[in-house]
Structures are given as structure tokens and as C-alpha cells.
């Protein structure tokens, strides 16, 4: 159904999108270091918290992208573009609602969730969260055109989007940091800006006739409950899994907060280089998702085992390399953020202890899902996912952090607890077969 040529133009761009993504996080974070180790702690804690946010937008975008492809896998064209279009307009009620919550709720969400931080790392996170949470709206539109266009296999769109983000925030950075010298502000609004500018460049294409997916020529306003419940069959779940799971790691963050600025710091930028590390897992993961709902469509189930395997080989190929990488990149990495002794030995430890079992374990925990989800087995990967954050990623971070006075590597190893668990429950639910749902279509 697939050739290598299709799959390959499909997941190349999908690396670069994703890694361009969550640079505009990295650039500002690197960017803002000369303003001191507070306002990379800042930008961090408030990161951290709009990837829950971030999360849930792509949970209900993938939601879309399972049910247009479906449809296009039944050859039902002109229900595809009828998706697209309930899936743009919920998404962007959805942000206005989420958006709404967080700036009435924004004083209680950052004591909440932060805890008791440093005066001066609070002053910054009250800055860049205030102006960073009006992007929301835009990455919502984002998220749900990025799906759109990978449903039928153009990922180049999101990419070239992707790209105008990073142009607009590195050089938007630049001049408002070392020009006029606006301190933290100088990060938060150059993002705010490159994600507007990405929203609208995705609703400028989606509104092309031509394309073989695309929104109606005029906005669509009126809500299609028959579709959106069909988009939240697969988002919700989806979203879920996902928001628990980031939701957990705000916790975490909130513990590893009371080890004072150094483990914040160091957990700041571990964070982003074994991101970074995950990164082609995680664009291909999106890959997985056409390939796998378009198969489940057509009814194809040799084809979904088929290409399950096959992708999953390709995974395990490229995170290879790159946690290789930046294991050995990681003296380079700890001297581009000039970190003082005691924090860049943390920040070292900790991206080790993340890329050295990732190469075996990630691409079973966190690929092979995206099949299950893709043929609509999303309540069985939100159980998995839910209860296994909770259990071995949580409680026992706290007992290894906290209590066994390991501090922020306990929780990291917590997290390696967390995939080889996801990964025996998902192997076993795979060859088990229990997965083969009808379309959601």
C-alpha cells in the first residue's frame, strides 16, 4: 500500500517539524541563559506546563487524523473534509476554554503546581507564563493542520510552518534580548509571534479546494456533533493518557523544585537534550498514525502488522543514533548552557540515565501504541498509560527522590521503571490481537 519513497517523504519532515517544534521551547531556554540561571529555571517550569496544554490539543488533533484517515482509507472524501473542518473549529473552542481557565486560575496553578520556588524564578514564570499562554489558540490551529496534511502523507506543510516559527522566534529573540535588552519579555513574545504566524499559515493552506483534505471554502461555525463525537472517540482517551502523563511529571517537577535552583536547572536541561534524543521516535510515531489508519480503513490488517513491524524497526534505527549522539555530545551540551560544576554534573548524569535505555526500551513504550491507537484501541492505551505513570513513574520517584534521598536522578530512573512496564503491557496486547477494532468510520 506504501513504498519506501512514500514513507520516507512522509517521516523525514516530520523530524524536522518536531525537532523545529520544540526548539522554539530550546531557543528560549538558551537564549534567555545570559539572564541568568532563574530564567532558564522560568522558562522551564512554564514549558513544562503548556506541553500539558500543547499535549491535549495534539491528543484531539491525532483524534482527527485517525478519523480522516479512516475515511480516506473508505475512499469517503467529502466526509474527510468535513472532519477537517469540525476538527479545526473544536479545537480552537477548546484552546478559548483552556485559556480562559489558566489566566483566571493563573496565580493558584503556578504555587499549585511549582510550589515553593525562589522569588526571582517566580517573578520570571508570572512574565513568560502571562504572555506565552496567549499562543495557545495558535498552536491549537497548528496542531490540527499539522494532522490534516499528515493524513495524507504531506508532512513537507507542517515542516515549512515549522520553519517560519523558528525564523520569527530565533530572530524576534535576537533583538529584543540583545538589542533592547527586554530581559525574560524578550523570549515570551517572539514565541507568541511565530506561533501566530504558523496558525495562519496553516489556515491559509487548509483553505486550498485542491487539496485532497481540506476546510470549506467558508468557516465552518456550526459544531457537528455526529463527527466531533467521533473525533473524541479517539481524542479523548488519547488526551487523557497524555495529559496524566504530563500532569505527572508536573508533579515531579514540583518535588524536584524543593532540591533548590541546581536540580531545576539541571532537570531544565536534561529535559530538552533527551528530548531532543526522542525526537525522531516521536515524529515517526505521528508517521505510524497515517500509515496505520489508513490500513485499518481499507480493512488491511496484514498490511497494519505489516507495516507496524516495519516502522518500528526503522524507530529503533534512528533513536539509536541519535541517543548515541548526544551521549557523546554531552560535555558540548553542558558548556553551551554554561552551567556551574554542581549542576552540570546533574544535568549530565540525568541524560545519560534517559538516552542509554531508551535505544532498547522507547520504541516499544511509546511507537507501538500509536499502531494499537490507530486501529482504535485507545481505552486499552490509556489504562496502560495512565496506571503505569502513576504507579512506577510517580510514587516511585517520590520514594527514590524523596525518601531515598537520591534526589532528581530517582525520578529519572523512575521514568525508566515507567517504559519497561508500558512497553511488557504493550507487547503482550499487540500479539495478543485483541487490538483488531472496526473502523471508527
Known sequence: MFTNRYLLKL????????????????????????????????VSLVDSLMVLVITILIALSTGGAVLVGQFLGQGKEEKANR?????????????????VFMYV?????????????ENDVLTYCNTYYTIVLASIPFMAIYNAGSALFRSVGNSNISMQASILMNVINISGNAVLLYGFHMGIEGVA???????AAAAAMMLFLLK?????????????????WSLIRKILKIGVPNGIENSMFQLGKLILL??????????????????????????????????????ISICVGAGDYRQVRFYARKLTKWVYGVMTVTNVLMIIAIPFILNIYGLSRETGEIAAA???????????????????PNVLRAAGDVMFTMVVGVASMWIFRIFFGVFLGEFMGIGVLGVWIAMVVDWVV????????????????????
Open 11 to 42: 517521516l523525514w519532515p516530520l523530524f524536522v517539524e518536531q525537532l523545529l517544534v520544540y526548539a522554539v521551547g530550546l531557543t528560549d531556554s538558551v537564549m534567555v541563559a545570559g539572564v541568568g540561571e532563574a530564567a532558564v529555571s522560568a
Open 83 to 99: 472532519a477537517a473542518d469540525q476538527l479545526v473549529l473544536f479545537a480552537v473552542l477548546l484552546s478559548l476554554v483552556i485559556i
Open 105 to 117: 486560575f493563573r496565580n493558584l496553578l503556578i504555587s499549585l503546581i511549582f510550589g515553593d520556588i
Open 189 to 195: 513574545f517572539p514565541t507568541l509571534v511565530s506561533r
Open 208 to 224: 486550498n479546494q485542491d487539496r485532497r483534505v481540506h476546510m470549506s471554502r467558508k468557516f465552518v461555525l456550526r459544531p457537528d
Open 254 to 291: 514540583s518535588m524536584i523544585s524543593g532540591f533548590g535552583t541546581a536540580s531545576i536547572t539541571a532537570n531544565a536541561v536534561a529535559n530538552t537534550a533527551s528530548l531532543i534524543a526522542v525526537l525522531p521516535g516521536m515524529a515517526m510515531g505521528y508517521g505510524v498514525v497515517s500509515v
Open 350 to 368: 540525568l541524560i545519560f540515565a534517559n538516552c542509554a535505555p531508551a535505544v532498547f526500551i522507547w520504541p516499544l513504550s511509546f511507537t507501538l
Open 422 to 441: 508500558r512497553s511488557l503491557c504493550f507487547c503482550i496486547r499487540y500479539r495478543s490481537g485483541r487490538w483488531k477494532h472496526e473502523a471508527v468510520a
